[in-house]
């Protein structure tokens, strides 16, 4: 990535206002739950425990390039989306659960991230993981429909919500910083006339981060600030070129080691001097 002008680094130690992780968003097997704001019919849906994987939060789900199996070509990862449940013997209930007789699907409402890519989903019946892609949305879109089922049910009324379907697989097909947006709804129709018991939830962006990729970079008042996705266990340099194409000699260090955190970080910089410079990221 190409930036005119030299620059000197610091490094933002402190965490981004507002940021907060836990233990329950550490690492890939994750669990994003799907619920109500009231288990009373008429209450949205919402991600009871979305304040740890929302934008806001700083974190990704790394999405690692596979060259082999099926896979192979697409960068995947996964997190496992579920819907709480309401009765004992799905193990609730669980405070948040959607009322009974709802069935949650996730839909993905928009895609942003790299021109040219496009975010994949790759469903499972819980059993093995997924080998085959379901459906792929690009990057850009805005209004979109394709959607998966979290609830295991038939749709009927007094049916528990739940759903835990572990297998599935989300994938990205060009290197870089993706926001996918989520969208709950309830497709039971068994609120009366045949409507969903509860109306959707607002779209809920989520990180994910295919490949080590700068995913933005920007000038403004004279200063540089580079964002990028942090993987916990690895260590990060930022490095800057005068040309491009570039010989192994001309990068030099701008700042790092940096420890990765597991959360989107940002690097701002002091006032920018005079030339031309190329930059990249470099891990270990």
């Known amino acids: 990535m190409k930036i005119s ?5 610091r490094w933002l130690a402190a965490a981004i206002a507002g940021w907060s992780m836990s233990a329950t968003a550490v690492g890939q097997h994750a669990h994003l739950n799907a619920g109500a704001v009231d288990s009373v019919a008429g209450n949205p849906l919402y ?11 700083a974190y990704f789900l790394p999405l690692k390039l596979e060259t082999n199996g099926p ?4 960068h995947q990862g996964y997190l496992t989306l579920t819907s709480l449940p309401a009765t004992g013997d799905n193990g609730g209930p669980a405070f ?6 709802a069935r949650i699907e996730a839909e993905v409402v928009q895609v942003d991230g790299p021109v040219g890519g496009a975010f994949g989903f790759w469903d499972s019946d819980g059993e093995e993981d997924a080998t ?16 998966f089922r979290l609830s295991e049910n038939q749709g009927q009324p007094g049916d528990d919500p739940y759903g835990h379907i572990h297998g599935r697989r989300f994938s990205a097909t060009v290197p870089g910083l993706y926001v996918v947006g989520f969208r709950l709804v309830d497709t039971g129709g068994n609120a009366p006339g045949g409507g969903p018991l509860h109306p959707a939830s607002e779209v809920f962006p989520i990180y994910m981060q295919a490949g080590t990729t700068v995913g933005a970079i920007s000038v403004e008042g004279g200063t540089l600030t580079v964002v990028y996705a942090s993987e916990r266990l ?4 930022l490095e800057r070129s005068p040309r491009f194409p570039a010989s192994p000699g001309d990068w030099s ?8 955190t597991g ?3 940002r690097l701002t910089g002091v006032p920018l001097a005079d030339g031309e410079g190329w930059f990249r990221l470099r891990v270990e």
Request: net charge positive; glycine share 16%.
């Open 5 to 9: 002008h030299g620059l000197v680094w």
């Open 47 to 57: 991600f009871p425990n979305g304040f740890n994987f929302i934008t806001n939060s």
């Open 71 to 74: 896979y192979a070509g697409h």
């Open 96 to 101: 948040g659960h959607a009322a009974f007789g």
């Open 132 to 147: 085959e892609l379901t459906f792929s949305v690009p990057v850009g879109e805005r209004a979109g429909t394709q959607r």
């Open 234 to 237: 690895k260590r990060y340099w």
């Open 253 to 260: 260090p701008v700042a790092g080691p940096l420890a990765g």
């Open 263 to 265: 959360k989107v970080e």
